[in-house]
């Protein structure tokens, strides 16, 4: 799964599955653009560079249309090129339909689903031009199971999916491969701020028996953005233990 001499763009760098996948990259030989909000993805930037990765920390507003433009055509003006972008940034607003508010549910189709398109869109450009590309979407098994008190954020996370396969059949004929890796209960900040209750319930129906780490889920993204995976567009590849199949 080499990436040597790619330009990779990793939204939600700064911790969690983003990180493993930024650090996954580097050491395949990517020149990782590791983006978050303000400078919070300065340390993951620091493990790749002490490790003799080659990574630069971006400053990016997932709900910010300017902002977001501005992180792919600034990698574009310094390198040139765009040859992967994972959008992997995402929030969750938890809370049962009847309570939910609808701020909660905008501002996770903010993030989660129209962050997404607007990421694609600036970085289909160079692509295009450049005759290739890999974009990879961070999905999750509940955009895919359904999951109650979540129905914000399972239709972000089933959008990206069907997002993901509509773009794909767009830009197959420019050797852009587009696809989405689901995960499922992934060892993460977001996963440990679950009750114990709900994290011994979640586990219950991993039949693997554990929780995934990061680590499993980057590797997944490393394959789908590799020159191995040339052949595979608008697949939804599962990393969860198999919770869902």
């Known amino acids: 799964m080499n990436t040597e001499h790619k330009i990779a763009v990793v939204t939600g760098a700064s911790r969690g599955i983003g990180r493993a996948i930024a650090l996954q990259l580097a050491r395949r030989g990517a020149l990782v653009i590791a983006a978050a909000r303000e400078a919070n993805a300065q340390a993951t930037v620091d493990e790749i560079t002490a490790a003799g990765g080659l990574a630069e920390v971006a400053s990016a507003d997932m709900t910010d249309t300017a902002s977001l433009e501005a992180l792919i055509s600034g990698a574009v003006a310094r390198h040139g090129r765009i040859d992967i972008l994972i959008s992997n940034a995402g929030i969750t607003r938890d809370q049962l339909m009847l309570r939910m508010k609808r701020a909660d549910w905008d501002e996770v189709m903010a993030t989660n689903l129209t962050a997404a398109f607007t990421l694609c869109q600036a970085a289909l450009k160079p692509m295009i031009r450049q005759r290739g590309g890999r974009i990879v979407a961070m999905s999750s098994v509940v955009g895919q199971s359904g999951n109650a008190g979540q129905a914000n954020y399972a239709a972000s996370k089933a959008g990206l999916i069907g997002f993901c396969k509509s773009l794909a ?37 991993i039949p693997l028996g554990r929780p995934g780490t990061p680590a499993d889920v980057a590797a997944a993204v490393c394959f789908l953005a590799s020159d191995e995976a040339s052949y595979i567009t608008g697949q939804v590849l599962a990393v969860n233990g198999g919770m869902y199949m």
């Not at 050797?175 to 979640?202: C, E, F, K, S, Y």
């Open 169 to 205: 059949k767009e830009v197959a004929s420019r050797n852009i491969t587009v696809n989405v890796v689901a995960p499922g209960l992934i060892d993460t900040d977001m996963t440990r701020a679950l009750t114990a209750n709900a994290q011994t319930d979640w586990a219950a129906q």
